[in-house]
């Protein structure tokens, strides 16, 4: 053979694997992402900014996404008993669930803004490292969101905060059922709904007897039980002066298991990686957060954080996909140039380009809100729920088909993503729910409501599309109406993030206007002439 002929192909081998798109390992998720870097620094500042490096790096680290796809491919697992017959009520886990749960915690996702010492914008911070961490895996979100969200509704009751704040604080993951008392950190749950109910607790069945001794026996059932191995949960109970929040460690101070009997885990669509339970309190003790009747309003702040959380957790979701669509794109060929030189596919890609940015700015907006609190945030907080997680569906769904057929297979991680996009939606209120929770604002908040239209009035003159849509928001808001709530949740979403992107980068919020507010198609890539359609590409792209 001379050296210009090629080498003999071997019998077995049938054809040269060529045109694969090569693994997106290393990649760093804040490096491509100019709307994550921009919020941060407008509503932070460059220090903020820095703090992100180390989460960002490991979020886009092989180790962590090999830890998430192996911790969906071995769900959690309940043990009812042992093999004795005795009642053991424990969720097994997969290793890589336990080292995902321990990095999310040393780096302070579950509760640093809640310490002391935790210095301005610490909401901000932890929302962006987030938002991060969660695009590597997101099942194991919900136990890091919920004990977020639980120190603010524990502290209506000063003596609770004071004996479970120190473990909920700790950056120390300790999985296990022991005394809270005796842990080096303790993760909180929430167990609110009954098959009866769902998203109506004031129905809730649930009864908590006085004991005598400040604590309450509570007898009943919850239909949908977060994160069910966590060390104690916020719950709601029928107690004689009306519902009432409570407290229930897993286990009591004596070290002897509390009366929580885990009866079956949801077999969901998504969130495989997450346990979710059926459960029965059978006599169980709990301790009262806040008075007797003013259950719901003392939960509501927990249900703000956690609203707060599917904002951000689906703002996650579009940007993996987003991430992976574009990756493809710009390695994988077809008819002669690369996906991404071809015109249809590079407007598909703006286009989710777009839907990340304005859902990134939105959501470090709401962030930065807890850190400086203002009355916007009781209205823009459920709109932004309702249509952030609505449009993660779609948007994830494009995402996939970006990468065709191969998108539409479990090695490419896209239906895992496809099948956690709808949770978010669902979970602290479906769409519904949600649209109308922003009616209750409008009516009964005026402050709220002033707040936002000053909020609108920064970017006023700036946009014609933008300035048509804040006056048909103001015809929607003169006369309410429930057949519109979605409507209105939908346009108080839209402007803010119209507003907010003019703000950070016009350029893109004019093509967000655009694409938004002027030319509403229901299909994602139908963008209007002039839109900068490779330019928005180019700037979410991961490096090589």
Not at 166 to 188: H, Q, V, W
Not at 284 to 293: L, N, P, S
Not at 320 to 328: D, G, K, Q, S
Not at 458 to 468: E, N, P, V, W, Y
């Amino acid at each position: 053979m001379t050296a210009t002929e090629p080498p003999a192909r071997r019998p077995d081998r049938t054809h040269e694997v060529v045109n694969q798109t090569p693994p997106l390992h290393r990649h760093n998720p804040l490096g491509c992402d100019p709307a994550l870097v921009s919020a941060v620094r407008a509503y932070g500042s460059p220090e903020v900014l820095d703090s992100l490096a180390a989460v960002a790096a490991e979020a886009g680290a092989e180790e962590t996404r090999e830890h998430g796809r192996l911790a969906n491919a071995h769900p959690p697992v309940l043990h009812t008993h042992d093999r004795y017959g005795n009642r053991v009520d424990e969720v097994e886990f997969h290793p890589s669930w336990h080292w995902l749960m321990s990095r999310a915690v040393a780096h302070g996702l579950h509760a640093a803004p809640w310490a002391a010492d935790a210095g301005e914008h610490a909401h901000l911070r932890r929302a962006a490292a987030f938002t991060l961490w969660s695009q590597a895996e997101a099942g194991h979100g919900c136990p890091i969101s919920m004990t977020y969200a639980a120190i603010p509704a524990l502290r209506h009751e000063p003596e609770i905060a004071a004996r479970y704040e120190p473990g909920l604080l700790a950056p120390t993951y300790d999985f296990g059922l022991r005394a809270p008392e005796i842990k080096s950190g303790l993760l909180a749950g929430m167990s609110m709904t009954e098959k009866q109910g769902g998203s109506d607790v004031r129905v809730n069945s649930t009864t908590a007897t006085p004991s005598g001794d400040g604590t309450y026996r509570l007898v009943g059932h919850k239909w949908f039980t977060s994160a069910p191995m966590n060390d104690l949960f916020l719950t709601l109970a029928q107690a004689p002066g009306g519902l009432t929040c409570f407290v229930l460690p897993r286990v009591l101070p004596d070290g002897t298991r509390n009366a929580l009997r885990l009866q079956r885990l949801k077999d969901k669509l998504g969130n495989k990686s997450n346990a979710s339970a059926e459960l029965e309190y059978t006599g169980a003790t709990g301790w009262r957060v806040g008075d007797e009747g003013r259950g719901v309003r003392t939960i509501i702040e927990m249900v703000t954080m956690t609203r707060l959380d599917c904002v951000l957790g689906s703002t996650s979701n579009i940007r993996a996909a987003l991430t992976e669509a574009a990756h493809h794109a710009a390695h994988r060929s077809a008819f002669g140039a690369l996906l991404r030189d071809q015109p249809a596919m590079t407007a598909v890609l703006a286009d989710l380009a777009l839907e990340s940015e304005g859902a990134t700015v939105l959501s470090m907006w709401l962030a930065s809100l807890v850190d400086t609190p203002s009355p916007v945030l009781r209205l823009a907080l459920p709109a932004a729920k309702f249509y952030v997680c609505k449009r993660a569906p779609l948007v994830v769904g494009e995402a996939l088909e970006c990468l065709g057929g191969n998108g539409y297979v479990e090695e490419s991680g896209l239906p895992r993503l496809y099948r956690e996009a709808p949770l978010m939606s669902i979970w602290e209120g479906s769409g519904n729910v949600t649209a109308l929770d922003v009616l209750r604002a409008v009516q009964r908040e005026p402050a709220a409501v002033e707040a936002l239209w000053a909020e609108l009035a920064t970017t006023a003159g700036a946009d014609r599309h933008l300035d048509a849509a804040v006056v048909q928001l103001r015809g929607e808001l003169a006369e309410i109406d429930q057949q519109r709530a979605r409507r209105v949740a939908e346009l108080i979403a839209l402007c803010l993030q119209a507003s907010l992107l003019l703000r950070l980068s016009p350029w893109v919020g004019e093509a967000f206007t655009a694409a938004r507010l002027a030319d509403r198609s229901g299909v994602l890539g139908v963008l209007p002439r002039g839109v900068p359609a490779r330019e928005l590409v180019d700037r979410v792209t991961p490096s090589p």
